[in-house]
């Protein structure tokens, strides 16, 4: 799976938008993008992905630049639960057997009252 | 909708004693994966199954097996516990036979918290 580089944390306003950046430089052409997010001790959560379109849906919108190296989730209005550790993650839509996902370090989202 | 389940939420052995995880994916996933998350760390793959059947191995100790059950439940047996063994252990199951858009996207349980004394 193609490798990713995120900030390792962020700090948001209750209520503004939030926008967590992922670098994923070295993605193939076959390879999604695929953000989970883990609020602490509880177990990961899908949000969203998508391959070179920009995707929207109740949780977030995702950003995927043109040349298909870099993302951005956004929350809109963030709110206090959004406090979580999220993940950026690629890999190919049709991975046979291997569809485990590799875990990076993720961005850990504070979101500030 | 129903989610992931896994039991039990909290457990407590010594050290060299055994442990048994259950998980009951989705129903019609087919696919299961474990996960183990030490304190402060990212998850960590362990082993996957598909269709029942052993599908992909990550960093799993050799003291630790699982399998798939016919009714597709999994359960990840550790033995000859040790305190390093003391983790959030997640289960996840997906489905190949959703349309191609949401294919591999892993729905996580509540996880299993270990703790090794």
């Known amino acids: 799976d193609a490798k990713t580089t995120q900030p390792p944390s962020m700090d948001c306003a209750e209520g503004r938008a939030a926008n967590l950046p992922c670098n994923h430089s070295?993605?193939?052409?076959?390879?999604?993008v695929y953000w989970y997010r883990q609020i602490h001790s509880q177990g990961p959560q899908y949000i969203i992905h998508?391959?070179?379109?920009?995707e929207t849906n109740e949780m977030a919108s995702l950003i995927i630049t043109e040349d298909r190296k870099s993302s951005t989730l956004i929350l809109p209005h963030a709110t206090l639960r959004d406090t979580a550790v999220y993940y950026c993650?690629?890999?190919?839509?049709?991975?046979?057997?291997?569809?485990?996902?590799?875990w990076g370090l993720g961005t850990s989202l504070g979101v500030n009252p | 909708a129903a989610g992931v389940i896994q039991s039990p939420r909290h457990l407590i052995k010594e050290k060299r004693e055994t442990a048994t995880l259950k998980c009951y994916p989705i129903?019609?996933?087919?696919?299961v994966y474990w996960y183990q998350q030490g304190p402060g760390q990212d998850p960590q793959f362990l082993i996957s199954?598909?269709?029942?059947?052993?599908?992909d191995k990550g960093s799993i100790p050799d003291r630790f097996s699982a399998q798939q059950f016919s009714d597709y439940h999994s359960e990840l047996n550790m033995s000859s516990l040790e305190l390093g063994d003391s983790a959030l252990y997640f289960c996840?199951?997906?489905?190949?036979?959703?349309?191609?858009?949401?294919?591999?996207?892993?729905?996580f349980g509540a996880g299993s918290r270990l703790t090794v004394l």
């Open positions: 996840a199951s997906s489905s190949t036979r959703r349309s191609s858009s949401g294919a591999n996207v892993l729905t």
């Open positions: 129903p019609r996933h087919d696919t």
């Open positions: 199954f598909y269709e029942k059947m052993q599908s």
């Open positions: 070295t993605i193939s052409g076959n390879e999604y």
């Open positions: 998508g391959l070179k379109n920009n």
């Open positions: 993650i690629v890999r190919p839509l049709n991975a046979g057997n291997n569809r485990k996902l590799i």
